[in-house]
């Protein structure tokens, strides 16, 4: 199965530790709208533990990813692993989620510093999506 999305993403600048401070830009998007090649909807959560649910109703989670460097104004190129989802439809028994050609979606500049902090900017973003089985699932 493949899927896009075309949008905007949205990130604030956050402190995410004390002593010494550091900062760093944090997605705040609830979720991203995906559309399959048979014009199907579905939402992806990204995270730690990203999450894709298809209009469907079937979903997948994810359980580990690695990830390729994609030049340094776009978003690096993840392979997550995937929970199998037992319910029925388009990402039943899926077990990876590949993402790329990814245009955008990474905040060049301003970096984020304690001046920044709090402020939020959106940039551009566009991405393919290939959801596949390994061979015998």
Not at 2 to 20: I, K
Not at 61 to 87: D, I, K, Q
Request: with cysteine; glycine share 8%; hydrophobic share 30%.
């Amino acid at each position: 199965l493949e899927a896009s999305s075309n949008g905007r993403l949205l990130y604030e600048c956050q402190a995410v530790r004390r002593s010494p401070y550091e900062y760093e830009w944090l997605l705040r998007n609830p979720g991203l709208e995906l559309t399959d090649t048979y014009g199907k909807r579905f939402t992806h959560k990204p995270g730690a533990r990203a999450s894709w649910t298809h209009q469907d109703g079937s979903s997948v989670m994810t359980r580990e990813f690695v990830e390729v460097p994609n030049g340094s104004h776009h978003l690096p190129l993840p392979r997550y692993r995937a929970e199998r989802s037992e319910t029925p439809g388009a990402l039943h028994n899926i077990t990876y989620v590949q993402r790329l050609r990814t245009v955008g979606g990474w905040i060049p500049s301003p970096t984020c510093s304690a001046p920044q902090l709090g402020m939020r900017m959106t940039v551009p973003y566009e991405a393919d999506y290939i959801f596949w089985r390994a061979k015998g699932s």
